[in-house]
């Protein structure tokens, strides 16, 4: 049954946890990655997109099915990423008011690998800004949400800022080196301002790792649409901070190719942006 988002308001301000919307997309997300993912993982032939990433079996099944129980749930539009570009910028320009937004497996290559950190991201987003967000980890279980002002949540619990760091210099941070310009890259190879660094390789789950304080920073060179849209919101409302290598606000620039300069706490956060800001 379609949930009405105008009189249904997200559930009453009220209630602080998570919402008839976020919880009706949770299940479905858990179905699909039941029938459709973790059934396939390690066990599914893979082949090269145009881009060079890779796509399976298990991401054409993922999507399919998300749409339909997402527009079961909310019957608007649906821009997924294995979709061709013309497609999707096509929804996208006609999608404006409301769509939904997916990633049906982020991390596929993780996926291929038997490495298990990837995810399914879902986003609701009305007039150019994500509105709802579920990111889910069928490995761990674990559950990231975000109802814009209504806070974020992990596993229906509120998250609450937690970051262990409050210095950069001692800071934990994600950084995708693949995708910064050579000058950044080797700054930060030769002379990190941090004390250590990983990288995973599926973007929705480290926007939510930084969200729940198991990152102190991120970086990463750009992003598609689905690999931002819920995740940037589950940051925001934990009460991170983003914004790009070019602009202030994360929302300016190209929606297609977006970079990510982020942090849990704002002391590390402005350090990490200047320390950016000046070696790129």
Same mark, same amino acid.
């Given at each position: 049954?379609?949930?009405?988002?105008?009189?249904?308001?997200?559930?009453?301000?009220?209630?602080?946890?998570?919402?008839?919307?976020?919880?009706?997309?949770?299940?479905?997300?858990?179905?699909?990655?039941?029938?459709?993912?973790?059934?396939?993982?390690?066990? *599914? #032939?893979?082949?090269?997109?145009?881009?060079?990433? /890779?796509?399976?079996?298990? &991401?054409?099944? $993922?999507? %399919?099915?998300?749409?339909?129980?997402?527009?079961?749930?909310?019957?608007?539009?649906?821009?997924?990423?294995?979709?061709?570009?013309?497609?999707?910028?096509?929804?996208?320009?006609?999608?404006?008011?409301?769509?939904?937004?997916?990633?049906?497996?982020?991390?596929?290559?993780?996926?291929?690998?038997?490495?298990?950190?990837?995810?399914?991201? *879902? #986003?609701?987003?009305?007039?150019?800004?994500?509105? /709802?967000?579920?990111?889910? &980890?069928?490995? $761990?279980? %674990?559950?990231?949400?975000?109802?814009?002002?209504?806070?974020?949540?992990?596993?229906?619990?509120?998250?609450?800022?937690?970051?262990?760091?409050?210095?950069?210099?001692?800071?934990?941070?994600?950084?995708?080196?693949?995708?910064?310009?050579?000058?950044?890259?080797?700054?930060?190879?030769?002379?990190?301002?941090?004390?250590?660094?990983?990288?995973?390789?599926?973007?929705?789950?480290?926007?939510?790792?930084?969200?729940?304080?198991?990152?102190?920073?991120?970086?990463?060179?750009?992003?598609?649409?689905?690999?931002?849209?819920?995740?940037?919101?589950?940051?925001?409302?934990?009460?991170?901070?983003?914004?790009?290598?070019?602009?202030?606000?994360?929302?300016?620039?190209?929606?297609?190719?977006?970079?990510?300069?982020?942090?849990?706490?704002?002391?590390?956060?402005?350090?990490?942006?200047?320390?950016?800001?000046?070696?790129?």
């Amino acid at each position: 049954m379609s949930h009405d988002l105008k009189t249904d308001n997200y559930n009453s301000a009220e209630n602080h946890g998570m919402g008839a919307m976020l919880k009706a997309i949770s299940a479905a997300m858990k179905l699909v990655a039941e029938k459709e993912v973790m059934p396939r993982y390690m066990r *599914v #032939a893979h082949q090269h997109k145009y881009d060079g990433s /890779l796509c399976t079996e298990a &991401d054409i099944a $993922a999507q %399919e099915a998300l749409i339909h129980r997402l527009q079961a749930i909310h019957n608007v539009p649906v821009l997924g990423e294995e979709m061709e570009a013309a497609e999707q910028e096509n929804l996208w320009g006609n999608g404006k008011q409301e769509l939904w937004c997916i990633d049906p497996i982020d991390g596929t290559s993780n996926f291929v690998h038997g490495l298990p950190y990837f995810a399914i991201s *879902v #986003a609701l987003i009305r007039e150019g800004k994500s509105v /709802l967000g579920v990111v889910y &980890d069928p490995v $761990a279980k %674990e559950v990231f949400a975000a109802e814009r002002g209504r806070g974020a949540f992990l596993n229906g619990e509120k998250l609450h800022k937690q970051s262990v760091s409050k210095e950069l210099s001692a800071s934990l941070a994600n950084v995708d080196l693949k995708r910064l310009n050579a000058r950044l890259a080797t700054a930060i190879a030769s002379n990190p301002p941090y004390a250590s660094q990983r990288n995973f390789g599926a973007s929705t789950l480290d926007w939510c790792y930084t969200a729940a304080g198991r990152y102190d920073a991120y970086l990463h060179g750009g992003q598609k649409l689905w690999d931002y849209a819920a995740g940037s919101l589950i940051l925001e409302e934990a009460g991170g901070h983003v914004c790009s290598l070019q602009h202030d606000d994360f929302n300016e620039g190209n929606i297609w190719q977006r970079s990510v300069i982020a942090a849990l706490d704002i002391n590390v956060y402005k350090a990490w942006k200047d320390w950016i800001r000046a070696h790129q």
